[in-house]
């Protein structure tokens, strides 16, 4: 049984750090790029950052660049965000997702159950 499981997130004051991560069970993180994205209430869901699956290549989001990075330990089949300086309307669920294609055009798609972050005084 493929799963992914996010963990690290909770309650935080502004300006404060969390480290999120992404561990794979079942299957190798190493051969899919890796996003991260959230969802607060009332709102839509935005991708806050990728990674490919060499990680050398990364994308953030506009709203998180220069605050968040992504990285990724394929030893451990883990993938991370580490937030820094964080703000309140980082408050939000966060998600992980695996994706990948093979030779067919068949998409692999996982995700993890979701991780909430709250950052508040």
């Known amino acids: 049984q493929t799963q992914l499981v996010e963990s690290g997130g909770g309650l935080v004051q502004p300006g404060g750090s969390l480290r999120l991560s992404c561990a794979a069970s079942?299957?190798?993180?190493?051969?899919?790029?890796i996003s991260w994205l959230r969802q607060a209430p009332g709102k839509e869901r935005e991708r806050v950052s990728c990674?490919?699956?060499?990680?050398?290549?990364?994308f953030y989001a506009d709203s998180v660049k220069g605050r968040f990075t992504i990285s990724r330990d394929k030893a451990k089949n883990t993938v991370y965000l580490q937030m820094n300086s964080l703000k309140p309307e980082d408050t939000a669920m966060y998600y992980c997702?695996?994706?990948?294609?093979?030779?067919?055009?068949?998409?692999?798609?996982?995700w993890g159950r979701g991780i909430q972050v709250t950052v508040s005084s």
């Open positions: 997702n695996a994706r990948g294609s093979d030779d067919a055009g068949t998409v692999f798609s996982s």
């Open positions: 079942g299957f190798s993180l190493g051969y899919y790029d």
């Open positions: 990674i490919s699956s060499s990680g050398g290549s990364t």
